[in-house]
């Protein structure tokens, strides 16, 4: 069997697949995933466990010294502190989460856990066994790896997160979609693969980890959600980090349609229709190396925009955005990672709650000189999620703007600022689903902290 290391999602940046490399206990990302322990040790999540393996030789006979065994290791555990490692969930876990478990017994039958209420932590023991404790007990219920054939994991997940709105099938058709910066995807009309996508969205994730190059790897670049029934993006979503926020290149400029997608924008949509061709995942934010910058003028990374809101009022934006990741004086705190969202209202959608002066999210033809090769949205917006790991808190907000062909005042920002909640009434889309339901709600619901953000509204 091979050993796993583990880590929490929501608190580091490694890119990988947690349905296949976690384990439900350490973060609740999988519910019912099967932990495979009749070979070698399982290894906890500790930096230095691997350091502290034990030897157990498992052809070894244990059935005659279980009981004295398991007395032995486990009052020698306070020696091998370093070797400990405690699994959520703790009061409070985290993740936010419970978890229950069932133990497949190698003499056969099992030992259940199914409250996940019931669990408060568990310690695991690498190369030894693991010390589960309930809420309210003083002492462990405690197993060797001898002991065990397998663990099975079943976490109380978020109720609104992509991989339980998906499916078993989203780890293997959509791997990346558990990351914290994307919104609920489409998931009943998504297509995993161009060839069946006519009508449907496709999750399009641009990355540089396939460069030949190491040094021009630097993650995923953005991941967006295209319409092919409408021919428009419904959004594009990435992270800003001290790990892909340099600058080693200059603007690339080749606008280019999408091969990836089943119903592409194409240059000609935009020629002569006096709309400039809008990032969403902006060249500046992405200047690391020329792939890199390259893959943020495919098309379907666009939205036909006025250039007086391109050049103007979105701009100004992007540059706060930027700001907020990089330069800690421009927010209340240390900024680790910056999840950020970004789209337009690309449907027709018949809510008063929508706008303040029309029912539409987007443009009519005889609106905009009879263009009608893509969707004009009536409204741009962004979604934010900053995170500090030194205190393991998020903060969030949203800017909501029309999109107009005048110019529109930039000096006071928060005067676009609104909730997360109030940008999901208006637009439909839950952001930050992935979230632990309890931060997620906290965070959403909050009014925009302008203090924290250091922005003001006109008086």
């Keep these: 069997m091979k050993k796993v290391q583990y880590f929490n999602p929501i608190i580091d940046t490694i890119e990988i697949a947690p349905c296949q490399q976690l384990m439900a206990g350490s973060n609740g990302i999988t519910a019912n995933d099967d932990i495979d322990l009749s070979g070698d040790p399982i290894l906890g999540d500790a930096a230095d466990a691997a ?15 279980k009981q004295l065994l398991l007395i032995l290791v486990f009052t020698l555990t306070s020696l091998f502190a370093n070797a400990q490692v405690t699994v959520q969930p703790a009061g409070p876990s985290p993740d936010g989460k419970k978890h229950a478990m069932t ?44 002991q065990l054939e397998k663990i099975e994991y079943q976490a109380t997940l978020n109720i609104n997160a992509n991989w339980e709105k998906v499916g078993e099938n989203m780890w293997t058709d959509y791997p990346e979609a ?37 040094s021009e790897r630097f993650g995923i670049t953005y991941s967006l959600e295209w319409d092919n029934s409408l021919k428009a993006n419904r959004w594009t979503c990435y992270q800003l980090h001290a790990g892909n926020t340099m600058t080693n290149v200059k603007r690339n400029d080749d606008f280019k349609a999408d091969s990836e997608v089943f119903n592409s924008s194409e240059l000609s949509d935009y020629s002569g229709s006096g709309f400039s061709r809008g990032h969403l995942c902006p060249s500046a934010d992405r200047l690391c190396s020329n792939t890199q910058n390259k893959q943020t003028f495919f098309l379907t990374n ?36 910056l999840y950020v969202v970004k789209a337009a209202t690309i449907a027709d959608v018949a809510s008063d709650a929508l706008t303040e002066n029309s029912t539409s999210g987007i ?33 969030a907000i949203a800017f909501w703007t029309k999109h107009l062909s005048t110019t529109q005042p930039v000096g006071n920002l928060g005067d676009y600022a609104i909730s997360i909640n109030k940008l999901e009434e208006l637009t439909g889309l839950d952001f930050f689903c992935n979230l632990p339901d309890d931060i997620e709600n906290n965070v959403e619901k909050e009014e925009p ?10 008086e």
Excluded at 54 to 64: A, G, L, Q, R, Y
Excluded at 191 to 197: D, R, V
Excluded at 312 to 330: F, I, M, N, P
Excluded at 369 to 392: E, S
């Design 363 to 395: 443009y009519a033809e005889n609106e905009v000189d009879g263009y009608n090769k893509l969707i004009v949205p009536r409204y741009f917006y962004m979604a934010l999620l900053h995170y500090n790991k030194a205190t393991d808190t998020y903060r």
């Design 449 to 458: 902290d302008l203090e924290f953000w250091k922005i003001t509204k006109s």
């Design 51 to 65: 350091g502290h393996e034990f030897d157990v030789d498992n052809d070894f006979d244990w059935s005659d010294f």
């Design 178 to 214: 558990w990351r914290l910066e994307y919104p609920q995807v489409s998931y009943d009309r998504l297509s995993p693969n161009k060839a069946g996508a006519n009508g449907k969205c496709q999750i399009i994730v641009k990355t540089t980890d396939t460069e030949v190059d190491p």
């Design 103 to 146: 133990l497949y017994l190698a003499g056969g039958g099992t030992a259940e856990f199914n409250d996940a209420e019931a669990i408060d932590h568990v310690t695991y023991l690498p190369g030894i066994g693991i010390k589960i404790y309930l809420v309210g007990q003083e002492e462990s219920i405690d197993f060797l790896y001898s």
């Design 302 to 337: 666009m939205q036909p925009q006025y250039q007086s809101h391109n050049g103007g009022l979105w701009s100004r934006l992007e540059s706060q955005v930027r700001d907020y990741a990089t330069d800690d004086s421009k927010t209340g705190a240390h900024c680790d990672t």
